[in-house]
């Protein structure tokens, strides 16, 4: 169900997938790269991640999706309460604790992330394409939070299973099922190369007006 007059019995896949609200295509391609492209985190981590800050935003309909998408991939639903518990994250391992961080401060207050909790990350061993991820990935899930939450979206029992297990089994558009922290360090990792960040491109002189690189700098 949902508070638009025009589509009172619509749940959030068929906003996503059926009412042709094209804007939400782009925001499929991004979560479908978020959290199925190769990564330095594995599906079970990053959707632990997301998990937890929809938690934090209160928005229980993509969170029992997600929740369950979690518990498919081998993960620890129970995780994600004792984390809203407990903000020294110590149900996780050392290396995910400074990414946990990062997303209950972005989450509750973005303003109050500084480069320490940034630099922490890099120092339980991740990369800037690892934390760019993660804190895309924050503020797309609290954006669904807040438009599923605003338009008063509700799922039945049999829609969060079907649309878990479609998260899981097919992905956004067709990549495949999910992968167990096992098999993700088996068959992923191993062959993962991080796409480097452009930084010659980002250190040219910039034309003032425009913001394009000066032809000829």
């Not at 981590?45 to 937890?52: A, I, K, N, S, V």
């Not at 061993?125 to 899930?141: A, Y």
């Not at 991080?194 to 032809?215: L, S």
């Amino acid at each position: 169900m949902s508070y638009l007059r025009e589509l009172p019995n619509a749940c959030m896949q068929d906003f996503l997938y059926y009412a042709e609200c094209d804007e939400l295509d782009h925001i499929l391609q991004v979560f479908a790269k978020l959290l199925r492209e190769p990564s330095l985190l594995t599906h079970a981590e990053r959707e632990l991640l997301g998990t937890y800050c929809l938690a934090l935003n209160n928005a229980h309909q993509p969170l029992n999706v997600h929740g369950r998408v979690l518990t498919l991939c081998g993960g620890d639903q129970w995780k994600v309460q004792d984390l809203i518990k407990d903000p020294e994250h110590r149900c996780l391992e050392p290396r995910l604790r400074p990414l946990a961080k990062v997303v209950r401060k972005l989450t509750l207050d973005a303003h109050s992330v500084c480069k320490a909790d940034i630099e922490a990350c890099y120092e339980a061993g991740f990369d800037g394409r690892t934390l760019h991820q993660i804190v895309f990935l924050t503020g797309l899930f609290s954006c669904m939070a807040r438009w599923t939450s605003a338009l008063g979206m509700k799922y039945t029992p049999e829609e969060i299973i079907n649309s878990s297990d479609g998260l899981y089994y097919n992905g956004y558009f067709g990549e495949g099922p999910g992968l167990s922290d096992e098999e993700y360090k088996e068959t992923v990792l191993p062959n993962h190369k991080p796409i480097p960040f452009n930084e010659e491109a980002c250190a040219q002189p910039r034309n003032p007006e425009t913001w394009a690189p000066n032809e000829g700098a």
